[in-house]
């Protein structure tokens, strides 16, 4: 096993240095860590890329782009320009053994490296070979697999097979960046920290989970991948499987990385594949239509720059599924997700089971116990419970108990790429997922996939500005449930 190493001599080599992942997030997370003192000094940050640019360039590139992604009151342009120093560009066709050099011989000390692999996945496999061959990738070395790993489970198991012949499984960090997420890592201590839960956490008691990532934002310039990925490949392969995991696992008997992947795969490996019959009575895709955001009018995904006219491709996703074990059987989990809804909103609802018997009789107005845990735009935990309304007679109203996550510390809230970062310069692999996972994962996902693509499955337009087709409603309402919105 790799051993932390936080005060090494560390490069963190960005593959993809001049894309959109490094200016919006990489690189503000670095500023931020680096603003905290938390790289050690020596620290460099070497950003690979194909333009032909120098260190100066490539500065004043990311001098313009990044700061807008960085929170005003955390910019400080004397840190910033600290912050820069450590940056230097390396130009190389990363598809071109002799250009390594380039790169080898900045990387000419012995150093921890930690290797960030932002570019298309079907560029890992040549890279983490180039790499070994120019003599980079030590036992120490470290490398960053971003999301997507492959488009289905063959394509997934080929990218791992390859990454696999050069780094052994402790030297990979396969991130998710949801499991960076503050209130998604405070959802296990929330879980497992608190008695009051534990018993109650399971069938009968639950009645239903739901989970939805809804965005606003729509495809943007990202069209060119979307539209070969859509919501489930881009989404519910990954962040709302991983969200579900965490929401369902049983207890691991220590938090080191393993014996909390060893849980979650065991739920990934319980998910209840669906057949045609299922795919078509428990999944909605959807196709978002020109609407309306926050106010202003948007395009149809259809009309969106490099989208084909005839795309099939899902902007929306809605399912219904059941994990096959003891403490979910009979519990449906519903998950949601899509671009261009009405609100960004992440939320968790955990659906407390009816009264089996109510003394208030006709009075009883009594609506289900919810534990709400909101992960986004603002973070809290809220529980929904029924309680007198104030007066003579005895009527029940619901109210929220609530806790503001934000206001129940004076910490720092450290975002998700920051945070997995720290992570993986720390060795600390629990919030990255293990090659088995991810495949379990794809093996889940596949069957739906191809069911889609079997039954010609058109996606259901709504209006950019709505909750998705209707279809998604009708999905809950034959349980006698509704998202939490309509409820
Ligand atoms: C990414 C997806 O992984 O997550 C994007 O590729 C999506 O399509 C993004 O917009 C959502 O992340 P967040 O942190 O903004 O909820």
């Known amino acids: 096993m790799t051993s932390p190493q936080t005060d090494a001599a560390l490069d963190i080599v960005i593959f993809g240095g001049a894309g959109d992942l490094s200016f919006r997030k990489l690189l503000p997370a670095l500023y931020m860590a680096h603003a905290h003192d938390k790289l050690s000094a020596d620290t460099r940050i070497l950003a690979v890329g194909r333009q032909a640019w120098d260190t100066e360039a490539y500065l004043k590139f990311i001098d313009e782009k990044s700061p807008d992604f960085i929170e005003t009151s955390s910019f400080d342009r004397v840190t910033w320009q600290a912050f820069l120093k450590r940056l230097v560009y390396v130009s190389v066709d990363v598809t071109s053994a002799p250009a390594y050099a380039a790169l080898k011989s900045v990387c000419n000390t012995p150093r921890l490296r930690v290797f960030y692999l932002a570019t298309a996945p079907s560029l890992f496999s040549q890279i983490c070979a180039h790499l070994h061959s120019v003599g980079l990738v030590d036992a120490q070395a470290r490398v960053v697999l971003e999301k997507p790993l492959g488009t289905?489970?063959?394509?997934?198991?080929?990218?791992?097979?390859?990454?696999?012949?050069?780094?052994?499984?402790?030297?990979?960090?396969?991130?998710?960046?949801?499991?960076?997420?503050?209130?998604?890592?405070?959802?296990?201590?929330?879980?497992?920290?608190?008695?009051?839960?534990?018993?109650?956490?399971?069938?009968?008691?639950?009645?239903?989970?739901?989970?939805?990532?809804?965005?606003?934002?729509?495809?943007?310039?990202?069209?060119?991948?979307?539209?070969?990925?859509?919501?489930?490949?881009?989404?519910?392969?990954?962040?709302?499987?991983?969200?579900?995991?965490?929401?369902?696992?049983?207890?691991?008997?220590?938090?080191?990385a393993d014996d909390v992947r060893d849980e979650k795969l065991k739920v990934l490996r319980s998910l209840r594949r669906m057949s045609l019959a299922d795919i078509k009575r428990d999944t909605v895709r959807g196709q978002y239509t020109a609407g309306a955001s926050d106010g202003q009018a948007v395009k149809g995904y259809l009309e969106e720059d490099n989208v084909p006219p005839d795309s099939r491709t899902e902007t929306f996703v809605a399912l219904r599924l059941q994990i096959n074990n003891a403490r979910w059987a009979q519990v449906p989990f519903f998950l949601r997700t899509g671009k261009r809804l009405q609100n960004r909103q992440s939320e968790i609802i955990i659906e407390f089971a009816d009264q089996p018997f109510s003394v208030f009789g006709k009075r009883d107005m009594s609506e289900p116990n919810r534990l709400i845990i909101t992960l986004q735009p603002e973070e809290s935990i809220e529980l929904a419970m029924m309680v007198k309304e104030p007066g003579t007679g005895l009527r029940m109203h619901p109210v929220h108990l609530g806790l503001d996550l934000q206001q129940s510390s004076e910490k720092r809230r450290a975002e998700a790429y920051e945070r997995l970062l720290m992570d993986v310069i720390k060795g600390r692999l629990t919030h990255f997922m293990r090659r088995d996972e991810l495949e379990a994962a794809w093996n889940w996902v596949d069957p739906i996939l191809t069911g889609w693509a079997e039954l010609d499955d058109k996606p259901r337009p709504y209006s950019a500005g709505s909750w998705g087709p209707a279809a998604s409603s009708a999905l809950m309402a034959r349980d006698e449930l509704s998202w939490f919105e309509e409820s």
């Open 152 to 256: 289905d489970l063959a394509s997934a198991r080929a990218i791992n097979q390859d990454v696999a012949q050069y780094f052994n499984e402790q030297q990979i960090y396969r991130i998710d960046h949801y499991l960076g997420k503050e209130t998604v890592q405070n959802l296990m201590v929330l879980r497992f920290g608190n008695a009051i839960f534990e018993p109650l956490w399971r069938a009968p008691y639950i009645k239903s989970v739901q989970i939805t990532v809804a965005e606003t934002v729509g495809v943007g310039s990202r069209a060119g991948f979307y539209d070969g990925a859509g919501a489930m490949r881009d989404m519910v392969q990954n962040h709302l499987l991983q969200l579900l995991c965490i929401v369902a696992m049983e207890q691991p008997i220590s938090l080191d």
